[in-house]
């Protein structure tokens, strides 16, 4: 197997992987970042929601090989210590109640505050469509949404 030379969260890795085997399985298995979930494995649910070079994309479709040298980003590059406007919406409006898919959604939302750092609801009820949450949070997921674009346009 060909050795890949990857950038995650703004360190260098080399991993021994088949050049197919999804991105989440190298960050989970190889890399042992584990921030970022398996949900469905086939793109639909959003918990294994990443960056690659800023945009967001579900990581249990996306293959090693197709990363090249594009940046990935996972929820422990977001900020050391949860500093992140997101992050801290998050716990200020108590978003989370199982918690499984709440990377997911984060990266997802931080991803829509870069491309609209003032979404209206309906931007926002666009853009994380792809994110499911089983426990139905999604009004709380909002709340945090705007109180995040808040804070980052002050």
């Not at 970042?33 to 996306?62: F, M």
Request: neutral net charge; charged residues 20%; aromatic residues 4%.
């Amino acid at each position: 197997m060909p050795k890949m030379n990857l950038t995650v969260n703004g360190k260098k890795y080399e991993v021994d992987v088949d050049p197919a085997t999804p991105v989440l399985w190298v960050l989970r298995d190889h890399i042992n970042l584990i921030g970022t979930k398996y949900g469905c494995g086939v793109g639909s649910c959003g918990a294994c929601t990443i960056h690659l070079n800023g945009r967001s994309l579900k990581s249990c479709q996306l293959p090693v090989s197709a990363v090249g040298t594009q940046e990935i980003s996972t929820i422990e590059g977001l900020s050391e210590n949860g500093e992140h406007p997101v992050q801290k919406a998050w716990l200020e409006l108590d978003v989370a109640q199982c918690g499984y898919c709440q990377t997911g959604q984060i990266m997802a939302a931080v991803s829509l505050l870069k491309s609209k750092p003032n979404p209206t609801d309906e931007d926002i009820e666009n853009f994380m469509s792809g994110n499911i949450c089983r426990c139905g949070t999604y009004l709380r997921i909002k709340d945090a949404i705007k109180t995040a674009a808040k804070s980052s346009n002050k």
